[in-house]
T-cell receptor, first 109, second 113 residues
């Protein structure tokens, strides 16, 4: 079946540090890939997406590239802010979403 | 426009009671999904409605769980004879159609005592 594996957290960084959250997937065919973010006390929000191989999704300084050869969709940001502290979920989509376990990011001033 | 809404936002119930959770999708969205978010299991798919087709119930954890979607709009998730392991946040999402971006509601936090 389909599955998503992402690095366990929490990831603790200082402000302006570089962020990478790894995500790999197992799926038949070529699903769409997503990163969702859940800020403290809030619901799930779509952060970025990519629908085919080599696509790069980007939003709010975050980027992720759909890598078919490594079945990966790693999330990166060059300079994190305290306001980026949240839980990040990688997901793949066929008809329904399959999520990773989530990675908590804690950014300190 | 209005997003996905869910009610109640919080529900506390006693073990063995039945509960109903409601979801109002974005107007015009033909697809509706229920997911569950719990500490131990992360985010899990429960059930999916697409138009007038038979729902995909493959994610429902037991026959105590059921859902319906009336008139292609509002959906109700029912949990019968609740158990403590049912405690979780129940999330509803809708999308324009199959395989398109899903928009999530704020969730219902269910606590079974």
């Amino acid at each position: 079946g389909n599955s998503v594996t992402q690095m366990e957290g929490p990831v603790t960084l200082s402000e302006e540090a570089f962020l990478t959250i790894n995500c790999t997937y197992t799926a038949t065919g070529y699903p769409s890939l997503f990163w969702y973010v859940q800020y403290p006390g809030e619901g799930l929000q779509l952060l970025l997406k990519a629908t085919k191989a080599d696509d790069k999704g980007s939003n709010k300084g975050f980027e992720a590239t759909y890598r078919k050869e490594t079945t990966s969709f790693h999330l990166e940001k060059g300079s994190v802010q305290v306001s980026d502290s949240a839980v990040y979920f990688c997901a793949l989509l066929y008809s329904t979403l399959t999520f990773g376990k989530g990675t908590m990011l804690l950014v300190s001033p | 426009g209005a997003g996905v809404s869910q009610s109640p936002s919080n529900k506390v119930t006693e073990k063995g009671k039945d509960v109903e959770l409601r979801c109002d999708p974005i107007s015009g969205h033909t697809a509706l999904y229920w997911y569950r978010q719990s500490l131990g299991q992360g985010l899990e798919f429960l059930i999916y409605f697409q138009g007038n087709s038979a729902p995909d119930k493959s994610g429902l954890p037991s026959d105590r769980f059921s859902a319906e979607r009336t008139g292609g709009s509002v959906s109700t998730l029912t949990i019968q004879r609740t158990q403590q392991e049912d405690s979780a946040v129940y999330l509803c999402a809708s999308s324009e159609g199959a395989g398109t971006e899903q928009f999530f509601g704020p969730g219902t936090r269910l606590t079974v005592l």
